[in-house]
T-cell receptor
Framework: AQSVTQLGSHVSVSEGALVLLRCNYS??????LFWYVQYPNQGLQLLLK??????LVKGINGFEAEFKKSETSFHLTKPSAHMSDAAEYFC?????????????FGQGTTLQVKP | DTGVSQDPRHKITKRGQNVTFRCDPI?????LYWYRQTLGQGPEFLTY????????KSRLLSDRFSAERPKGSFSTLEIQRTEQGDSAMYLC??????????FGNGTRLTVT
């Protein structure tokens, strides 16, 4: 069965600093991995995804993530944090057969950006 | 692409009452998902439709919960005899085949 663990429920960075949000997955089959962002009282917006191919994937708003099979990780990074990046971030994996499209989410990481 | 629309945005109800939520997916999307999100947690899968067929239901979906997608377009999620533990954000998402899920803004349910 697939599962996702996000290390650190809260991360605080200064504006302009590096953002690193950690995600480790467990999957018995090659995973499809996703990062979503959620602003208060809104739904989830896709930041980026990994399915196959290049292991470094670039997303919207300057975010990127690298799939590392040996470490079962899919950490999210951004070189320079902006105040507008403050939000909840969720890592997710496709559950079971990729034909269902059903996502399994981690518990989320709240990113705080200090001026 | 007008996005996934959910109605209402907020619902306050008394324990024991029935509530119904509606989701309108992106028009060309054949798959529709319902998730539940409680405070400080990630979304948890509830159920999934491909066109009008409900293909999977989570064990989280007790017999008080029922979801329909009668014509393969909009969907409704009904909760009967609501309990305080049902208080959560109910999220709807849609996709076309294996494309990434697009989420609505959710319906926040408060059971008093």
């Amino acid at each position: 069965a697939q599962s996702v663990t996000q290390l650190g429920s809260h991360v605080s960075v200064s504006e302009g600093a590096l953002v690193l949000l950690r995600c480790n997955y467990s999957s018995s089959v090659p995973p499809y991995l996703f990062w979503y962002v959620q602003y208060p009282n809104q739904g989830l917006q896709l930041l980026l995804k990994y399915t196959t191919g290049a292991t470094l994937v670039k997303g919207i708003n300057g975010f990127e993530a690298e799939f590392k099979k040996s470490e079962t990780s899919f950490h999210l990074t951004k070189p320079s944090a902006h105040m507008s990046d403050a939000a909840e971030y969720f890592c997710a994996v496709i559950h079971g057969s990729s034909n269902t499209g059903k996502l399994i989410f981690g518990q989320g990481t709240t990113l705080q950006v200090k001026p | 692409d007008t996005g996934v629309s959910q109605d209402p945005r907020h619902k306050i109800t008394k324990r024991g009452q029935n509530v119904t939520f509606r989701c309108d997916p992106i028009s060309e999307h054949n798959r529709l998902y319902w998730y539940r999100q409680t405070l400080g947690q990630g979304p948890e899968f509830l159920t999934y439709f491909q066109n009008e067929a409900q293909l999977e239901k989570s064990r989280l979906l007790s017999d008080r919960f029922s979801a329909e997608r009668p014509k393969g377009s909009f969907s409704t999620l009904e909760i009967q005899r609501t309990e305080q533990g049902d208080s959560a954000m109910y999220l709807c998402a849609s996709s076309f085949e294996n494309s990434p899920l697009h989420f609505g803004n959710g319906t926040r349910l408060t059971v008093t």
